[in-house]
């Protein structure tokens, strides 16, 4: 294979075709279903979906066939089938993912931003949707396209992006019970919707946190009445669902009190942690936009900064109804409060069980007799991947080289991708590169988000060589975890959120 002539491939794409395409698909405002019930009166996921399956119907690709299934009151699904190339095994199948709904606009974009309109500042293309995960469609037809303008090999290649996984991925068990017959058994599953510690090199995600979602709501009055007659006497809902959250989480460091909660981590995971953050040093907390003057919650060493955000549960607040605005606000003590509840959990631990725990915590023996209830919306059990066996830990630390001149790293995901857990079950003899651009301040989920566009072709580089591997590796042999690379030498300070003006004149909108 000529990796000079892939690289350049895979450059010439992010430059020009799949760079329109994206900043056309960052128009959409296709907002997935749990924040658009409306979603299919409305025609932006049908629209986003057009795009894509157009856009990958038109690839020079021999003998591709692209398709859109639909099932009955479910979100659309792209099937994208590509046979063997180079000489690859067409006895072999490789399972590529990803989604094309999107999270919901948030308020705070900077001036000259907009969740809807793609603005490209330098090597950073913003809009809602550019790195989570518009961008996997077009890098996982790109390294098809590449290996076969570099002479290199592919065994049989199934593409599916979803359009549901930013409200759990609801649909997809359907789909992939029903194109099971057409998907196989594949022996190789590449996800990219994850991301990366850094830009300068290939991060593979090796276990994802699962969460539960639930509400709870705190009822104490029929209705509401003056603060002045009934406050010191009637207690107020706000405060009861304080006093419940203190069961979960302690307050001032954000610790989770539930010791079902917790997990031992596993020691092959450790010593990646462990490596991670001596990389990572004081960055290994993560970088997020805080206020002048606020800082992280303290919680030690770099290594104890990454177990908490990968391998530990934690909570938080993401709703609260009951409440008015402040500037609707009369001296009311309220009749109820209700808290919408986000609780991440270690990978390995049963969500079910997780959930239960959490419900029984929070209902039992309400404070001062209040109606409590709890309410679980969603619940997902989290992924640990399996042992990696040697042709491709090699691949990955080629791919990595071959992409950004340093070899791969290994590491944990503090969010959920949802299907991980359902895929592993399925396949249990498969072998899984989870990896993506999220990197520093690319704000998946937020405001500002954008993607690094040099990381999108450095990961298709990569995951070029990683399929080409996979088409040439020897039978089947033991399985091992992948050795942390020492970290002698600390990596390029890690890219981050900066305050860039308003974009500059040129950029494409």
Known sequence: MDADQLARSAQVLWDGDALRALGAFIRIPNVSPMFAPDWAEAGHMAAATALLRDWAAARPIPGLSVEVAALPGRTPLIVIDAPAAGGGPAGETVLLYGHLDKQPAMSGWRAGLGPWAPVRDGDRLYGRGSADDGYALFAALGVLEALRAAGGAHSRCVVVVEASEESGSPDLPAYIDALSDRIGTPSLVVCLDSGCETYDRLWVTTSLRGIVGLSVTVEILEEGVHSGSAGGVVPSSFRILRQLLSRIEDESTGHIRLPELHVEIPPARRAQLEATAVELGAGAAGAFPLVSGASLIDDGAPFAQVCNRTWRPALATVGLDGIPPTGDAGNVLRPLTRAKLSVRLPPTLDAELAAAALVRTLSADPPNGARVTVEVADRGTGWDAPPTEAWLASALDAGSDAGFGRPARYRGEGGSIPFMAMLGARFPDAQFVVTGVLGPGSNAHGPNE??????????????????????????????????????????RTPARRDDVADARAGATR
Do not use: Q
């Not at 580089?461 to 002698?488: C, M, N």
């Open 450 to 491: 954008f993607l690094h566009l040099p990381t999108a072709v450095a990961v298709t580089t990569a995951v070029a060589h990683v399929l080409d591997a996979h088409a040439r590796k020897p039978a089947r042999g033991p399985a091992r975890e992948p050795a942390p690379e020492p970290a002698r030498t600390p990596a």
